[in-house]
């Protein structure tokens, strides 16, 4: 519906597998995903989710996992009637869920929003204790005064929950541990507090009762969540019915909170949508999309490593321009322009 009025960046993909340097030998980069943004010391910056795993051998599957502060790789046989891998992201094996790659987070910034390198004497973020022996993945960065709160997905055999480390200059970070126990992701801390609170959007899964739906929580401190409740839900027949998930902290509008989100069909095909939360009560949500802003469409949205997906949990705000970056294709790091009045006229008041 409003596909037509996106500016995508020309230069899209602004980031690719081939363009940084694997984390160490023997690993290749597969997948460069889900960037959150921010701004720091004058430049743009990206914490891209960089998914790895060793070059690949004929006949064999092979993925890296963390343990005991290092890393050991699983081979198994494709063959392997034990063996479940029809999905590239994830692997079944003897009972036992895998990923297919490992994630790490990493930094890199840019003068103009759409040239990025990665800058010397930065760390990069890994994957640290039990719960995230699989990775570290689609970190939203929220600045609240002096700091930046990283929220990101934690992977392990016990689970996919939410991660906290917090940081003010990106060389140091404390870590606050899990903040959300698994099956939960794509969380969201609003940038401003409200009647002294903090705020999140968060997306727990449920196989029966329920759903993955968008939900809100409050916090005293940004570490300690309660009153959790369910705002956004998925919707029959339409291109959120599977799932739907935040995308960064919502954008605060003279109409209320603008919040982009993912939503997910049958076909596993990602679109972007959007909904509005009322200022003073962010649980009140006043209005949704009904069709999504952004579907998959380019070459480097439908081909790649898990093709028909755009998936957004980073952008920056200027005036009325909504600059959103985002992973295409589960593999590419790219970037498009909105006009913030365009995304609140398309709409639907409940
Ligand atoms: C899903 C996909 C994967 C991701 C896992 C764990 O299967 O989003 O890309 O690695 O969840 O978060």
């Known amino acids: 519906m409003m596909n037509e009025q996106i500016k995508r960046f020309s ?11 694997p984390s160490r030998p023997g690993l290749e980069i597969a997948c460069l995903l889900n960037p959150g943004v921010f701004r720091f010391q004058g430049k743009v910056w990206m914490i891209i989710r960089v998914a790895e795993r060793p070059k690949q051998e004929p006949g064999i599957i092979s993925f890296p996992v963390l343990k005991d502060g290092g890393m050991e790789i699983i081979s198994i046989e494709e063959n392997d009637p034990e063996l479940i891998a029809d999905d590239p992201r994830v692997i079944r094996y003897k009972g036992m869920d895998y990923l297919t790659t490992l994630s790490h987070l990493r930094l890199v910034c840019s003068e103009d929003g759409v040239h990025f390198y990665q800058p010397e004497g930065f760390p990069l973020l890994l994957g640290e204790g039990k719960n995230e022996t699989f990775g570290i993945e689609d970190c939203r960065v929220a ?3 002096d700091t930046y709160y990283l929220t990101y997905t934690a992977v392990s055999v016990h689970g996919v929950g939410v991660g906290l480390r917090t940081t ?3 060389k140091t970070f404390e870590k606050h541990g899990m903040i959300i126990s698994p099956h939960n992701k794509d969380c969201a801390i609003f940038e401003e507090k409200i009647n002294g609170k903090f705020y999140a959007l968060h997306r727990p899964s449920s196989v029966d009762l329920g759903g993955n739906y968008i939900w809100l929580a409050e916090s005293p401190d940004g570490i300690h969540w309660g009153n959790h409740q369910c705002i956004i839900k998925t919707r029959k027949h339409q291109w959120d019915s599977k799932r739907v998930g935040a995308g960064a902290a919502p954008i605060r509008t003279a109409q209320g909170w603008l ?4 939503g997910a069909n049958e076909k596993h095909q990602y679109c ?3 909904f509005l939360m009322d200022l003073a009560d962010p649980s009140k949500v006043l209005a949704q999309t009904e069709y999504p802003i952004m579907v998959p469409t380019t070459d480097y949205e439908i081909n790649g490593f898990f093709g ?4 957004t949990n980073g952008h920056l705000v200027n005036g009325d321009e909504l600059t959103l970056y985002y992973g295409a294709a589960d593999e590419f790091v790219c970037g498009a322009k909105f006009s913030i009045q365009e995304i609140l006229g398309a709409l639907k008041w409940l």
């Open 11 to 21: 230069e899209n993909p602004i980031l690719s597998p081939m363009d940084l340097v």
């Open 143 to 145: 600045q609240i005064d």
């Open 168 to 170: 003010k200059n990106w």
């Open 259 to 262: 919040e982009i989100y993912h």
């Open 272 to 274: 972007l949508g959007a």
């Open 308 to 311: 028909e997906v755009v998936f």
